[in-house]
């Protein structure tokens, strides 16, 4: 069977994580990718701007006894004054946060800048995954603005992908993939 772009994801980010690592969740969400990663990283770094999405998460991890994650209430654009160590990977879920308010949603800027401080701090060989939601107002401007960006990583120094469903409606999420390089 075909993966679904965020197994992908955690796929793609599993490969590279150990417990010397440290991560970023730059979109924290209900918490499960910031999960996902805090069970194989020694250190999550997690950003949201919504309480909402810090108490879930807490929640979530302390249900599952994960401790090894810094929950920060701030944008992902200031991840610099927060994050100190390398980074080997790092994942968005560009979009909204399920269940909460439709009209809090990722912008191109800050995710740019966010992703643009991430690739600076990624240690060779480090991943990034970015699930691209773009169904919502605003989206398509976010997408493009991220495609773009993305396309235009010297290719020395990085390695891209694009993974995405061909034959859906309704604008279905899809990820990009990007390895550093050198």
């Known amino acids: 069977?075909?993966?679904?772009?965020?197994?992908?994801s955690h796929d793609f980010l599993s490969e590279v994580i150990d417990k010397e690592s440290v991560a970023v969740d730059a979109t924290m969400g209900n918490g499960h990718d910031t999960a996902f990663l805090a069970?194989?990283?020694?250190?999550?770094?997690?950003?949201?701007?919504?309480?909402?999405?810090i108490k879930k998460t807490y929640q979530l991890l302390a249900d599952k006894g994960l401790t090894n994650?810094?929950?920060?209430?701030?944008?992902?654009?200031?991840?610099?004054?927060?994050?100190?160590e390398p980074i080997t990977a790092a994942i968005f879920n560009l979009g909204y946060?399920?269940?909460?308010?439709?009209?809090?949603?990722?912008?191109?800027?800050?995710?740019?800048?966010?992703?643009?401080?991430?690739?600076?701090?990624?240690?060779?060989?480090?991943?990034?995954?970015?699930?691209?939601?773009?169904?919502?107002?605003?989206?398509?401007?976010?997408?493009?603005?991220v495609l773009s960006f993305v396309a235009l990583l010297p290719q020395g120094d990085f390695a891209t992908?694009?993974?995405?469903p061909l034959n859906q409606v309704n604008t279905p999420p899809f990820l990009i993939m990007i390895e550093k390089l050198r």
């Open 69 to 84: 994650t810094e929950l920060i209430l701030d944008g992902h654009e200031t991840l610099d004054s927060y994050v100190k």
């Open 97 to 145: 946060l399920p269940s909460a308010d439709k009209k809090i949603i990722t912008k191109p800027k800050t995710t740019l800048e966010a992703l643009g401080k991430i690739l600076k701090h990624l240690v060779v060989g480090g991943r990034v995954s970015v699930m691209v939601y773009s169904g919502h107002i605003g989206g398509d401007i976010e997408r493009d603005e």
């Open 161 to 164: 992908m694009l993974y995405q």
């Open 39 to 53: 069970q194989i990283a020694k250190k999550v770094y997690a950003f949201d701007v919504q309480k909402q999405a």
């Open 1 to 8: 069977m075909i993966k679904r772009p965020i197994a992908l």
